[in-house]
């Protein structure tokens, strides 16, 4: 069975993610032990029991999130469970890159730890806004965000998926799009609960920061291919992933796109590499006829071969 591996993105975190898989397997120990040790705080205390309230902020968010879907891919590799090709959204990008062999578990953690410091630091003291934009097709709401750029930066930072858009930027700009959104026929704007204008250009500096990072940095070459979240595609020959993910801290993600592709590849399934369900749904939307399920717990992995063979008889 060929398969497709979607790894979640910031914001399906949760308090209590991974406890279950922590103390059932492990395999999934070892791995999040290794990445406990790549952070500068206890990443397994925050992630099982978020006893402050962090995990929602980035800094703890990102490397919580891929130390999480590095120990479910070693569980599921162990279990002959392996992607064919492989994407994520956003910081699941490296969670993507990882399941490709591009870096180990461990590294992957130190880079989206100082990643999620760099976002945060671009954030920093700017008055900004991310809003989801519901049932507005691509071009009218690309025409709100140039038409109320005069008041600042407003992009579409995210295009999950078919009827939902996300659009980014300075706060004044991003209420005015919202605004011109509504009056073009947009059902809903819903603003987000985010730390920052994330997949905007005012996230610049973190580009920056991330390619002084990346130069002592080896990245191997992908064994599977990885969809790429600025391109909804994979990479050419001339073009580097460093090149690519420093782009990605700044660009749209085309999340709907690279789901396109992913089938267009031929996959028979997507596997969504959890916390949360969220990725499912963009797949449901995009390609209604593409079986999908998600894995977060220890009951999941379990169950896993069984689903697949459900989903599979499903679509026969």
């Known amino acids: 069975m060929k398969l497709g591996f979607l790894f979640a993105g910031q914001g399906s975190q949760h308090p209590g993610m991974g406890a279950d898989l922590y103390e059932a397997y492990p395999t999934f120990r070892t791995v999040l032990d290794a990445a406990a040790a790549q952070v500068d705080f206890d990443l397994k205390k925050i992630s099982f029991e978020d006893p402050d309230g962090v995990l929602v902020q980035t800094r703890y968010t990102q490397p919580c999130m891929v130390a999480f879907a590095a120990g479910l891919t070693a569980l599921l ?14 910081l699941g990008e490296y969670s993507a890159l990882h399941a490709a062999g591009v ?4 590294t992957a953690v130190e880079l989206v730890a100082f990643r999620g410091k ?20 691509r071009a009218p709401l690309q025409e709100a965000c140039d038409i109320a ?26 209420e005015k799009a919202a605004a011109l959104a509504k009056e073009k026929g947009a059902r809903r704007c819903l603003p987000l609960k985010v730390s920052g204008p994330f997949h905007t250009p005012l996230m610049a500096p973190a580009g920056d920061a991330l390619r ?11 064994s599977i291919p990885v969809i790429f979240n600025c391109l909804g595609d994979v990479k050419d020959a001339r ?57 977060e717990t220890a009951a999941d992995v379990e169950g896993l071969p069984e689903t697949l063979e459900q989903l599979m008889e499903e679509k026969a």
């Open 212 to 222: 002084e990072r990346f130069q002592s940095v080896v990245f191997a070459e992908p």
């Open 77 to 90: 590799r162990e279990r002959d469970i392996v992607p064919a090709v492989a994407a994520g959204l956003s």
């Open 149 to 174: 750029s005069d008041l600042g930066c407003v992009v579409i930072a995210n295009y999950n998926c078919p009827g939902q858009l996300v659009i980014g930027g300075e706060k004044a700009a991003v």
């Open 239 to 295: 073009t580097t992933i460093p090149d690519l993910l420093v782009k990605q801290v700044q660009s749209s993600v085309f999340m709907e796109d690279s789901i396109r592709k992913m089938a267009a590849m031929g996959v028979d399934a997507i596997v969504e590499i959890g916390p949360g369900k969220a990725l499912s749904g963009f797949v449901k939307k995009t390609v209604p006829g593409l079986p999908v399920c998600a894995v």
């Open 118 to 137: 760099a976002m945060e630091a671009a954030a920093a003291g700017r008055e900004s806004a991310m809003m989801a934009v519901l049932n507005l097709d």
């Open 103 to 106: 870096f180990d578990a461990a």
